[in-house]
T-cell receptor
Framework: EPEVTQTPSHQVTQMGQEVILRCVPISNHLYFYWYRQILGQKVEFLVSFYNNEISEKSEIFDDQFSVERPDGSNFTLKIRSTKLEDSAMYFC?????????????FGDGTRLSIL | SQQGEEDPQALSIQEGENATMNCSYKTSINNLQWYRQNSGRGLVHLILIRSNEREKHSGRLRVTLDTSKKSSSLLITASRAADTASYFCATDAIQGAQKLVFGQGTRLTINP
C-alpha cells in the first residue's frame, strides 16, 4: 500500500538555525498538509497546500514557516529561525481529495529537537 | 473552536473486553474520522463517517455519530494487545476548511 514518507526521522538543531523537513506524499494525491504534535499534546494543524499554493494556514504558521513542492514529488516544510518551542513531532499528510471527502494519510513524522 | 474532545483520556482494559471511546465536537461538520497512533509513530486512519451517516463498521470497529448531540463513539470489540495505542477523533468544518481538527485523544491500554 502506498505510504507517505518523511525524512529525517529525527532532526536536532541549534536554536536560530534553519531546518527543512521533507515529505514524499502518495503519488496520486493532490492535497498536502503539515501538522505538529508537541510531546503529550494533541495534533495541531499547520498548513494545507493544493494546486501549488497554500489553501489554509493556522496561526502557528507564522512568517518563520514556509512550504514548497519543489519538484512534483517532494513537499517540504522550512522553519527559518528555529525557537525552543518549535520542538515537536512534525507530520506530513496527503489526501486524494480534500478532507471533507477523503481520509488523510500520515507519515511517521520527523522529531524536531531544538537545543 | 470545533475541537473534538475525547473521553476518557485513558482507558485500561483486559484483552478480549470491548473498549468504547467518545468524542464531542462543537461545530457542524462534513465528516468525522478516527485515527490510531502507536507510540512514536504517525497517525493511521481507521474509519471515516459522514455527517449523514449514523453508524459504520469496519472489522472489529464500530463508529456511531450523533450530529444532534455533536458526538461520536468508537467501539473496539474483542480487544487485543496490539490495539494498545492512542485514539483520536478528527473533524472538518462544513464551510471551506482544508484541515482536520484533532481532539486530545484517548490512551488505550490492553492488558494481556
Amino acid at each position: 500500500e502506498p505510504e507517505v514518507t518523511q525524512t529525517p526521522s529525527h532532526q536536532v538543531t541549534q536554536m536560530g538555525q534553519e531546518v527543512i523537513l521533507r515529505c514524499v506524499p502518495i503519488s496520486n494525491h493532490l492535497y498536502f498538509y503539515w501538522y505538529r504534535q508537541i510531546l503529550g499534546q494533541k495534533v495541531e494543524f499547520l498548513v494545507s497546500f493544493y494546486n501549488n499554493e497554500i489553501s489554509e494556514k493556522s496561526e502557528i504558521f507564522d512568517d518563520q514557516f514556509s512550504v514548497e513542492r519543489p519538484d512534483g514529488s517532494n513537499f517540504t516544510l522550512k522553519i527559518r529561525s528555529t525557537k525552543l518551542e518549535d520542538s515537536a513531532m512534525y507530520f506530513c499528510a496527503s489526501s486524494r481529495d480534500g478532507p471533507r471527502h477523503q481520509p488523510q494519510h500520515f507519515g511517521d513524522g520527523t522529531r524536531l529537537s531544538i537545543l | 473552536s470545533q475541537q473534538g474532545e475525547e473521553d476518557p483520556q485513558a482507558l485500561s482494559i483486559q484483552e478480549g473486553e470491548n473498549a468504547t471511546m467518545n468524542c464531542s465536537y462543537k461545530t457542524s461538520i462534513n465528516n468525522l474520522q478516527w485515527y490510531r497512533q502507536n507510540s512514536g509513530r504517525g497517525l493511521v486512519h481507521l474509519i471515516l463517517i459522514r455527517s449523514n451517516e449514523r453508524e459504520k463498521h469496519s472489522g472489529r470497529l464500530r463508529v456511531t455519530l450523533d450530529t444532534s448531540k455533536k458526538s461520536s463513539s468508537l467501539l473496539i470489540t474483542a480487544s487485543r494487545a496490539a490495539d494498545t495505542a492512542s485514539y483520536f477523533c478528527a473533524t472538518d468544518a462544513i464551510q471551506g476548511a482544508q484541515k482536520l481538527v484533532f481532539g486530545q485523544g484517548t490512551r488505550l491500554t490492553i492488558n494481556p
